[in-house]
């Protein structure tokens, strides 16, 4: 599972700085933690990926953000690459009935909020390419 670089470096903040289902303080994002913290986990996220790309065996690469736009068809991705019987509508039905969680987190009033400076956007931004550059590939390889 892949998520978009920025989207998990602010969740990973926010569970941080906040806990599992709250929100860092915004004067957080003014500091030198946040700035550290953008640079050493924009560098996980990118090794992360790197490495798993790596992997020998069969390995299917699903985006996160594909999965919530489109549970239906990822979901039955899934369970083709696993080679598991073709899921019935009524368990799709119920995968989609139930696709929320208790622990994530409420939209808040700074949903437009972007803690990240141009600086920081640069370096993700490098890490983002490259990764997703090599998903596109592995994905063209194995279709």
Known sequence: MVRDPYDAILAEFNRHYGGH??????????SQAWREFVEG??????????????????LLIVQYERLRDDLDNQVRRIARFLNLPEISQDRMDC????????????????????????????????????????????????R
């Open 41 to 58: 986990k924009s560098q996980t996220w990118s090794n992360t990926f790197l490495d798993w790309l790596k992997f020998p065996g069969p």
């Open 21 to 30: 289902n709250g929100f860092a303080a915004m004067a957080r994002y003014k």
């Open 95 to 142: 995968v989609i009935r139930n696709s929320e969680g208790k622990f994530k987190r409420r939209r808040n009033l700074e949903d437009n909020f972007d803690p990240f400076s141009r600086q920081q956007r640069a370096v993700v931004n490098v890490y983002k390419k490259a990764v997703y550059m090599l998903i596109d590939q592995h994905e063209k390889q194995n």
